[in-house]
Protein backbone atom coordinates (compact mmCIF):
# COMPACT_ATOMS: atom_id res chain seq x y z
CA UNK A 1 0.00 0.00 0.00
CA UNK A 2 1.72 3.06 -0.90
CA UNK A 3 2.31 6.36 1.07
CA UNK A 4 0.36 9.86 0.44
CA UNK A 5 -1.42 12.74 1.16
CA UNK A 6 -4.65 12.28 3.51
CA UNK A 7 -6.05 13.84 6.21
CA UNK A 8 -6.04 13.54 9.92
CA UNK A 9 -8.64 14.57 12.57
CA UNK A 10 -7.72 15.30 15.84
CA UNK A 11 -10.95 14.05 18.11
CA UNK A 12 -9.62 15.88 21.29
CA UNK A 13 -9.92 18.89 19.20
CA UNK A 14 -13.04 18.10 17.40
CA UNK A 15 -16.18 19.59 18.36
CA UNK A 16 -18.82 18.07 15.67
CA UNK A 17 -19.43 21.21 14.15
CA UNK A 18 -19.81 19.22 11.06
CA UNK A 19 -18.40 22.44 8.87
CA UNK A 20 -15.61 19.75 7.50
CA UNK A 21 -19.09 17.54 6.43
CA UNK A 22 -19.82 20.27 4.09
CA UNK A 23 -16.60 21.30 2.68
CA UNK A 24 -15.64 18.20 1.56
CA UNK A 25 -17.27 17.71 -1.82
CA UNK A 26 -15.98 13.75 -1.98
CA UNK A 27 -18.49 13.01 1.20
CA UNK A 28 -15.63 11.38 2.55
CA UNK A 29 -16.16 12.83 5.83
CA UNK A 30 -18.96 11.86 8.63
CA UNK A 31 -20.01 13.12 12.11
CA UNK A 32 -20.30 10.08 14.07
CA UNK A 33 -21.00 9.87 17.92
CA UNK A 34 -20.26 13.85 17.83
CA UNK A 35 -17.16 13.46 16.14
CA UNK A 36 -15.78 14.12 12.70
CA UNK A 37 -14.22 10.34 10.99
CA UNK A 38 -12.35 9.97 7.55
CA UNK A 39 -15.34 7.20 6.27
CA UNK A 40 -12.67 5.61 4.19
CA UNK A 41 -9.12 6.45 2.82
CA UNK A 42 -10.45 5.41 -0.54
CA UNK A 43 -12.80 8.96 -0.54
CA UNK A 44 -10.02 11.27 0.33
CA UNK A 45 -7.76 13.02 -2.25
CA UNK A 46 -6.20 14.39 0.24
CA UNK A 47 -5.71 18.00 -0.88
CA UNK A 48 -7.22 18.89 2.12
CA UNK A 49 -10.29 21.25 1.12
CA UNK A 50 -11.95 20.71 4.69
CA UNK A 51 -8.32 22.52 6.66
CA UNK A 52 -9.70 26.09 6.22
CA UNK A 53 -12.89 25.39 7.44
CA UNK A 54 -12.50 24.24 10.56
CA UNK A 55 -12.53 26.34 13.32
CA UNK A 56 -11.01 24.36 15.98
CA UNK A 57 -8.25 23.70 13.73
CA UNK A 58 -8.56 19.73 14.31
CA UNK A 59 -7.59 18.99 10.56
CA UNK A 60 -4.27 18.33 9.27
CA UNK A 61 -2.34 16.37 6.02
CA UNK A 62 -0.48 13.80 6.60
CA UNK A 63 1.59 11.06 5.05
CA UNK A 64 0.64 7.60 5.62
CA UNK A 65 0.12 4.14 3.83
CA UNK A 66 -3.45 4.54 2.35
CA UNK A 67 -5.15 3.09 -0.34
CA UNK A 68 -4.92 5.17 -3.22
CA UNK A 69 -7.97 7.67 -4.16
CA UNK A 70 -10.98 6.47 -6.14
CA UNK A 71 -12.98 8.48 -8.21
CA UNK A 72 -15.65 5.97 -9.00
CA UNK A 73 -15.52 5.13 -5.65
CA UNK A 74 -16.37 7.94 -4.35
CA UNK A 75 -18.81 8.81 -7.94
CA UNK A 76 -20.63 5.79 -6.22
CA UNK A 77 -21.15 6.86 -3.00
CA UNK A 78 -22.20 10.08 -3.62
CA UNK A 79 -24.84 8.57 -5.62
CA UNK A 80 -25.91 6.60 -3.07
CA UNK A 81 -25.96 9.48 -0.87
CA UNK A 82 -28.35 11.18 -3.30
CA UNK A 83 -30.73 8.27 -3.36
CA UNK A 84 -31.41 8.58 0.15
CA UNK A 85 -31.52 12.50 0.80
CA UNK A 86 -32.04 15.86 -1.42
CA UNK A 87 -28.83 16.76 -2.10
CA UNK A 88 -27.57 19.27 0.71
CA UNK A 89 -28.03 23.26 0.11
CA UNK A 90 -24.66 24.61 -0.78
CA UNK A 91 -24.02 26.72 2.35
CA UNK A 92 -21.56 30.43 1.97
CA UNK A 93 -18.91 29.29 3.77
CA UNK A 94 -18.67 30.82 7.66
CA UNK A 95 -16.32 33.31 8.62
CA UNK A 96 -15.11 31.78 11.91
CA UNK A 97 -12.97 34.21 12.48
CA UNK A 98 -16.08 36.99 12.77
CA UNK A 99 -17.09 38.27 15.55
CA UNK A 100 -20.43 38.10 14.98
CA UNK A 101 -20.28 34.52 15.08
CA UNK A 102 -18.23 34.87 18.14
CA UNK A 103 -19.91 33.16 21.58
CA UNK A 104 -21.53 35.61 23.77
CA UNK A 105 -23.40 35.49 27.27
CA UNK A 106 -26.02 38.37 26.95
CA UNK A 107 -27.67 37.91 30.23
CA UNK A 108 -24.92 39.82 31.90
CA UNK A 109 -24.54 42.30 29.67
CA UNK A 110 -26.57 45.93 29.92
CA UNK A 111 -29.33 46.56 26.90
CA UNK A 112 -28.35 49.65 24.88
CA UNK A 113 -29.90 52.47 25.02
CA UNK A 114 -32.92 53.00 22.86
CA UNK A 115 -32.46 55.73 19.42
CA UNK A 116 -35.64 56.85 20.82
CA UNK A 117 -37.48 57.57 24.16
CA UNK A 118 -40.14 55.05 23.18
CA UNK A 119 -40.05 52.45 26.27
CA UNK A 120 -38.83 48.87 25.22
CA UNK A 121 -39.95 45.26 26.22
CA UNK A 122 -36.76 43.90 27.45
CA UNK A 123 -34.99 41.17 25.77
CA UNK A 124 -35.09 37.31 26.78
CA UNK A 125 -32.15 36.66 24.74
CA UNK A 126 -29.12 35.21 26.77
CA UNK A 127 -26.92 33.75 24.29
CA UNK A 128 -24.86 34.74 20.91
CA UNK A 129 -24.88 32.78 18.39
CA UNK A 130 -28.36 31.10 17.89
CA UNK A 131 -27.97 29.60 14.35
CA UNK A 132 -28.10 25.80 14.77
CA UNK A 133 -25.18 25.55 12.31
CA UNK A 134 -23.02 27.96 14.41
CA UNK A 135 -23.29 26.69 17.47
CA UNK A 136 -20.78 23.86 18.61
CA UNK A 137 -21.95 21.42 21.28
CA UNK A 138 -19.24 22.10 23.90
CA UNK A 139 -20.76 25.91 24.27
CA UNK A 140 -21.34 26.98 27.71
CA UNK A 141 -24.57 28.54 27.65
CA UNK A 142 -25.81 24.90 26.22
CA UNK A 143 -24.68 22.52 29.26
CA UNK A 144 -27.39 21.02 31.60
CA UNK A 145 -30.03 23.66 29.96
CA UNK A 146 -33.70 24.03 29.38
CA UNK A 147 -33.06 24.07 25.46
CA UNK A 148 -35.23 25.31 22.58
CA UNK A 149 -34.89 24.05 19.72
CA UNK A 150 -36.83 26.57 17.16
CA UNK A 151 -37.79 26.35 13.38
CA UNK A 152 -36.65 30.15 12.42
CA UNK A 153 -40.26 31.49 10.99
CA UNK A 154 -41.76 31.08 14.01
CA UNK A 155 -41.18 33.75 16.03
CA UNK A 156 -42.31 35.77 13.14
CA UNK A 157 -46.11 33.83 14.08
CA UNK A 158 -45.68 34.01 17.65
CA UNK A 159 -46.04 38.03 19.01
CA UNK A 160 -44.80 37.50 22.25
CA UNK A 161 -42.25 35.00 21.21
CA UNK A 162 -39.88 36.10 23.80
CA UNK A 163 -41.91 36.23 27.13
CA UNK A 164 -43.52 32.93 26.34
CA UNK A 165 -40.53 31.05 24.69
CA UNK A 166 -36.72 32.34 25.26
CA UNK A 167 -36.92 33.25 29.34
CA UNK A 168 -34.59 31.30 30.93
CA UNK A 169 -33.92 29.37 27.56
CA UNK A 170 -31.20 28.42 25.76
CA UNK A 171 -32.39 28.63 22.16
CA UNK A 172 -30.92 27.66 18.69
CA UNK A 173 -33.15 27.71 15.08
CA UNK A 174 -32.66 26.57 11.55
CA UNK A 175 -35.03 26.04 8.92
CA UNK A 176 -35.24 22.46 8.14
CA UNK A 177 -36.45 23.10 4.01
CA UNK A 178 -33.48 25.23 3.63
CA UNK A 179 -30.73 23.80 5.32
CA UNK A 180 -28.88 20.48 5.50
CA UNK A 181 -31.43 18.33 7.97
CA UNK A 182 -29.18 15.40 7.74
CA UNK A 183 -26.49 17.13 9.36
CA UNK A 184 -28.80 18.53 11.86
CA UNK A 185 -29.69 15.24 13.35
CA UNK A 186 -25.73 14.83 13.51
CA UNK A 187 -25.74 18.23 15.20
CA UNK A 188 -28.39 17.60 17.78
CA UNK A 189 -27.00 14.16 18.82
CA UNK A 190 -23.32 15.79 19.43
CA UNK A 191 -25.56 18.89 21.23
CA UNK A 192 -27.46 16.14 23.21
CA UNK A 193 -24.40 14.25 24.02
CA UNK A 194 -22.45 16.97 25.43
CA UNK A 195 -24.63 19.35 26.57
CA UNK A 196 -26.69 16.66 28.47
CA UNK A 197 -29.94 19.62 28.56
CA UNK A 198 -32.36 18.93 31.28
CA UNK A 199 -35.63 19.56 28.88
CA UNK A 200 -35.82 20.13 25.38
CA UNK A 201 -38.70 22.30 23.46
CA UNK A 202 -39.04 22.29 19.96
CA UNK A 203 -41.15 24.68 18.09
CA UNK A 204 -42.01 24.44 14.17
CA UNK A 205 -44.76 25.64 12.00
CA UNK A 206 -47.73 23.81 11.03
CA UNK A 207 -45.79 23.40 6.90
CA UNK A 208 -45.05 20.04 6.07
CA UNK A 209 -41.70 20.65 5.61
CA UNK A 210 -41.27 21.77 9.07
CA UNK A 211 -41.60 18.60 10.65
CA UNK A 212 -38.56 17.24 9.73
CA UNK A 213 -36.89 19.33 12.38
CA UNK A 214 -39.16 17.61 15.19
CA UNK A 215 -38.54 14.35 13.38
CA UNK A 216 -34.67 14.85 13.75
CA UNK A 217 -35.21 16.02 17.51
CA UNK A 218 -36.73 13.15 18.02
CA UNK A 219 -34.46 10.78 17.05
CA UNK A 220 -32.09 12.56 18.56
CA UNK A 221 -32.86 12.79 22.24
CA UNK A 222 -34.60 8.77 21.33
CA UNK A 223 -30.74 7.94 20.52
CA UNK A 224 -28.91 10.32 23.30
CA UNK A 225 -30.78 10.94 25.85
CA UNK A 226 -34.26 9.14 26.27
CA UNK A 227 -35.14 10.19 29.80
CA UNK A 228 -34.96 13.67 29.35
CA UNK A 229 -38.07 15.96 28.55
CA UNK A 230 -39.52 16.53 25.16
CA UNK A 231 -42.38 19.06 24.10
CA UNK A 232 -43.42 19.75 20.60
CA UNK A 233 -45.08 22.89 20.00
CA UNK A 234 -46.32 23.18 16.76
CA UNK A 235 -47.36 27.00 15.43
CA UNK A 236 -50.35 27.94 13.25
CA UNK A 237 -49.64 30.45 10.34
CA UNK A 238 -52.19 32.77 12.22
CA UNK A 239 -51.23 32.10 15.66
CA UNK A 240 -52.99 28.98 16.79
CA UNK A 241 -50.46 26.77 18.87
CA UNK A 242 -50.98 22.69 19.27
CA UNK A 243 -48.58 21.16 21.86
CA UNK A 244 -47.09 17.45 21.72
CA UNK A 245 -46.02 16.80 24.50
CA UNK A 246 -43.58 13.98 24.59
CA UNK A 247 -43.00 11.97 28.08
CA UNK A 248 -39.32 10.50 28.86
CA UNK A 249 -41.18 6.68 28.36
CA UNK A 250 -41.50 8.20 24.83
CA UNK A 251 -45.10 7.32 24.70
CA UNK A 252 -46.74 10.22 23.16
CA UNK A 253 -49.16 12.28 24.87
CA UNK A 254 -51.30 14.96 23.05
CA UNK A 255 -53.34 17.70 23.72
CA UNK A 256 -54.50 20.36 21.28
CA UNK A 257 -55.71 23.81 21.64
CA UNK A 258 -55.42 27.29 20.44
CA UNK A 259 -53.97 30.62 21.66
CA UNK A 260 -55.13 33.96 20.32
CA UNK A 261 -51.74 35.05 18.48
Not at 18 to 40: M, P, W, Y
Not at 220 to 237: F, M, W
Request: charged residues 20%; proline residues 8%; contains cysteine.
Amino acid sequence: MPSRDIIQIDEELCDGCGDCVVACEEGAIKVIDGKARLISDVYCDGFGACLGECPQGAITIIQRDAAEYDEKAVQKHLAGQAEERPAPAKHLPVAHGCPGSAMRDLSSETPRQAVNAQPQIPSQLGHWPVQLMLVPPHAPFLQGADLLICADCVPFAVPDFHQRYLTNRAVLVGCPKLDDLPHYREKIAAIFAQARPRRVTTLIMEVPCCHGLAQAVFQARNSVIPETELEVHTIGIRGGITEESVPANAKQKTSAFNMAG
